[in-house]
């Protein structure tokens, strides 16, 4: 284990004092939210027309509190608050901003205003504000910008949505081999224009192809006179343009990457991804496994009515169809049930705790799958194992349901097809959560879109065929 | 926008040249995942005692590939690969590993063998080997370290666990506010025993508690002379030592840092956090959502089955429970069925969508508090929007089933009933998909772990007691 490094004196010379407390953390409760009445106060500040006032108290804040206080205001609230806060409304406010949130704004200035905006931006926080402007708006907020602003976004959105290219910076620092430890060192400090948000520098060779990386801490405890060629890490983690950002996010993890060189078919060096853009790629994509997995679509609280309403209704119409199969199930033994209306009184059982135990299995399969954990080396591994576990589960929630269910009716004959159903129906969930995730996977559909839909029709359709089929075999009802 | 900075010379003079693949990138395919073949391969070469062949082929890989390709190996199979692969399975290799993986590996150790592993390693990842462990083999471990590794270890263990720290390093570096930037450059080049891996060094007052953070590409970028209390930025963002990491991860994330101060209760700095650590909080905290909905516990592909059966096993008990509510209100109505079975074959549609429509509500409802969206200031006006949605949807889909209904059972009465027992369903799904994981954050507990029951109840519930009722209320059919 390294030492630990403070230059400090010992303890002794130590006076105490008291301590200044960060005033914004007052309008922050404990869990780095804005306090509500932080919120309904500045508010009425602004309603009220006293707008210094306002200002004043949300100058304070963090550009990302900033934007948090917008998401909070109502539709109806933010473009009185957006004209009141003036300059505080800044491009880093932003570009912290819920994207659906930022459109309402956006849509308020005029094309010069966003292209301003955009210029003072690193080119990926720019992108991410214009990729989601209409067409014609986008065409003139670029032909507002300075060329050299205007073809650095061009050619970022000529990249695919969610890629590499878009999430890319194209500030960065590059040096050839050869030079030294303190050549790199005098440049950055003639240099004004250079970018200062960068935590590791690239080599390249005369093709511009990246053959390094090194970290500023090493450049720091290196002699001047070293070449920088004999500090860098040769193996290095490159990204291609093209490349997806959930696998770039995954990559940055499964490396524990800073930042990362990103680079052109040909392999020369075009853009620099930095963690902090990751992260929320990272929070993004293993939140959206959940959302899709219950048909919710982006799942954004701010995310106009209209967009949801679309999202997720067309989800609910394809559960009316998937449900219609146990419908028809139900049908066929119409008969059966007529016969023994308890038979109806357990349906609920059957079908909640399948359907449970179908989206136990599919969860761990998505998220699995998800973080690359499940291979082709490992998948029949992961079948087998879910079948032990559904056998156990099925075991036990038979022996519970089927000893409630021949107490409660005082029949034990339907105790036991309950019992006997319960294991088939959660063996029948178990295969079914595992293996449609995979055979989804395989066929490179996304596991968290489809699956559920087809998982809970499985579940649901096997489990009344099961319950029912077995009372009627049973001899303790007819059709 | 900065410029970037390459100091290259310009494109007439590059040359073209073939270009190197990283060997190892053969190994993977292009998702970053380990190739069935090559894990079949070594793991044939080891099977047939090939050793030297096998280590030469997984010598190749980062730490971070030959920790998934343990993890892809059978339970059986990793004692042999452990043994085979001898000192490549490093303490590297071991912190990048699943949780339940190195367990399994280093019961197969001796204490003093642990202690050496831990003790190459930086503090949180010796934490993370060590913490797992049952006590007295922790505390065999413990006496097997050196006594100042020791220490920093047992300070770990004494926070709870997920809190700051135990996420935390106890390498940083820290300078007081007086020296100047060459000051720094000549320490930092000096003193050999320092961490090398930092991102910023934090300034700290006599009493050690941090004044201000200094990225390193500003110190690289500022002339020797100046004082580095000039070139910190002193509003910062400082950990409380005892936070949950949850908290830390979503502090990291808003206010987009690379590493973090953590200070005790008398606000001095006693470690730093770094966001490769914290990435892996937020992968596991965003995923771990859609477990706890689904109740699948940890979710772990790697978990004993029998840790897995105990997690999944007392869930689908609950789900029994509260199916029960269900069967009940059907078993109150099974007169009414009785006299007209058809209500039964539509039972399964009422429950599904239901079921459906208060899952979507609910996983974003979880998903914005987990990402502190919702709060106070507009939870009323979230369950207002969901209620919108709710009338939407329902009104939608009571269309369709509706019609379908009557011209399926050729009876308009029924496709009335279910029409409006739709509306009424989704709409107290949407409801209670928005109340009661609000409700339950409200009273400090997770709303992911227990809010999917008591929705799937009320929609199940409520859903029959609509349908049924409506259906005897409209005397289509009695009790």
Known sequence: MDKREDFLPPDDEIVLDDRDIRESETELDEDDRLRPEFVSDVLALAEAGEHEAARERVGRLHPADIADLFELLSDEDRPLFASVLGDLL????????????????????????????????????????????????????????????????????????????????????AVPEHVTVGD????????????????????????????GTCQLSWILRTPRDI???????????????????????????????????????AGRLVGMITVDDVV???QEEAGEDILRLSGAGDGDINEPIRETYSARVR?????????????????????????????????????????????????VTVRALAMNQL?????????????KIALLNGGTIALIAGTATALWFANPGLGGVIAAAMIVNIFVAGVAGVAIPLFLDRLDQDPAVASSIFVTMTTDSMGFLAFLGLAVASGLTSL
Do not use: C
């Open 90 to 173: 800044s491009p880093d406010v932003l570009a912290e901003m819920n994207e659906h949130v930022r459109e309402q704004l956006i849509d308020l200035l005029a094309p010069e205003q966003v292209a301003e905006i955009a210029s003072e931006l690193d080119t990926d926080d720019a992108v991410a504000i214009i990729e989601d402007m209409e067409a014609d708006e986008q065409q003139a907020v670029l032909q507002a910008m300075e060329p050299e602003d205007r073809a650095a976004i061009e050619d970022a959105l000529s990249f695919p949505e969610e890629s590499a290219g878009r999430l890319m910076q194209r500030e960065f620092v």
């Open 184 to 211: 790199v060192i005098d440049r950055l400090r003639e240099d004004q224009d250079l970018t200062s948000d960068f935590w590791e520098i690239f080599i390249v060779d005369p093709m511009h192809r990246p053959v």
């Open 227 to 265: 070449a920088i060629g004999d500090v860098m890490k040769r193996e290095q983690t490159l990204i291609p343009v093209d490349m997806d950002q959930e696998e770039v996010a995954l990559r940055f993890q499964k490396y524990a990457l800073i930042s990362a060189a990103v680079v052109d078919k």
């Open 280 to 282: 929320h790629v990272i």
């Open 315 to 363: 989800w609910l119409i394809a559960n009316l169809g998937t449900a219609l199969v146990a419908s028809t199930i139900v049908a066929i033994f119409g008969g059966a049930i007529e016969h023994m209306v308890a038979l109806a009184a357990l349906m609920p059982i059957v079908a909640g705790v399948g359907g449970n135990a179908g989206t136990q299995t599919l969860a």
């Open 375 to 387: 291979t082709d080396s490992n998948s029949w591994r992961a079948v087998w194992r879910e079948m």
